[in-house]
């Protein structure tokens, strides 16, 4: 089943009030199961290259079915999937995409966040993918 | 001055509530006076192809500094500005986008809604900019 | 022969003088005979669409041997060409693009002046074209 | 506040002049505070590749807001940024493009140079960024 737009909004809303926590700007983006934008949320005065950063985030989790940074972890010079990232119109391999499944462990969708270091991105999109559960 | 979150949210829900008065699942986009996304959303079940033609929608407002609607006046065949649409990555020129200007008249940003008629996209765009104003 | 940076920089400071007289921001694009950039120069405040525009206008002029407004004739709905613009990574076939050829007739590069009106365009492009002849 | 012509001129020439002393052709690209193009220049002679790289210092430097050689030790493999180039339209991480600030250090645009060794071309750059703040 797709994420819905109610869903979207109360993961965006979790994830843009732990930003504001820790005082980063951020942007949040939320496709559904097909990678298709579903929400996008640009708080004031991010840096701009995180626009794209945040949405390649979301679309890479979705379309790898893990994490950002776990494609990462498979992407490195010598690694089975090297250089992945030039694939699909652009991929991200660095934390701040999180994959979100339904209970069957079918996938609805996925965050992707991106403004700050890769540990605050993380984290902020963590906190948004937790409110999908809800 | 550049669109604020506050704005751009404002804007969002104001135009969603029209799209929901009416009944048709639309999908509402905001850039900022760059024509840089600043706030998406999609509401459920709307027709695929319309979330592209949203976001372009805005970014042809901003781009073009008139209405989207108003490029199409000029960009009919044997007009001015035929096939404008193939420039900057891909413009829109049916109604639905709606140019933001500040109280001094300087380009601040768009609003660009797609999903249903034309007509109701540009219903739905026009509550959105009036939103912007308050 | 290509277009040397003496030749390029002398259209431009012309066809910038011309936009300046006629009190219109103009972005004024030179390629050389392979329709690559060579100089390219944005006057402030001018329309961001127009940027992209003046550049595929040299393009365009340099790619199909003839200045952007003649492609035009031939690319309306029932011509020859009808939606070249879609070719070549986006062609704009509405004038403002001008051809440049040295005394043998060989083609040399081109220029394309985007801005202001369709007919202020090709007046400042012209005067610009001129200058390479000099 | 946005780059100025007259700024991005003084810079070009500064870099230009710079170039010349070393004797190396190059191309210099001035974005603005949008990563928009500003000014470009391509000397007579140079690599073709350097046209495109010289474009993306820029972009890469507004848009990561740092010095595009800053970019290049976060995108290492392994790194925090790995890869990152493959986003925003591809951006180029090695030295060449600096970031320009204003005196609130508010960023106001970028300049690219390309077309020698990464040295010069950041040795070029440096000259043309100095220029910004005269």
Redesign the interface.
């Known amino acids: 089943m ?1 994420i ?2 109610i869903q ?2 109360r993961m965006a809303e979790a994830a843009k009030k732990k930003a504001e926590e820790i005082g980063v700007a951020m942007n949040i983006a939320i496709v559904d199961e097909a990678a ?9 005065n991010t ?3 995180s ?3 945040s949405i ?1 985030k979301a679309r890479t989790s979705c379309l790898c079915g893990m994490d950002s940074g776990e494609v ?1 972890k498979l ?3 010598g690694g089975p999937l090297y ?1 992945i ?2 694939t699909n119109g ?5 934390p701040g995409g999180i994959l979100l499944k339904d209970s069957k462990g079918k996938i609805t969708g996925a965050i992707g966040v991106s403004g700050g ?2 540990e605050q991105d993380y984290a902020v999109a963590t906190v948004g993918a937790a409110a999908f559960k809800e």
């Open positions: 797709s819905t737009f979207a909004q298709i934008i579903k929400l996008f949320i640009r708080m004031d840096i701009l290259a626009v794209d950063i390649k990462g992407s490195q010079p250089n990232e030039l652009g991929l991200v391999s660095f270091e890769v």
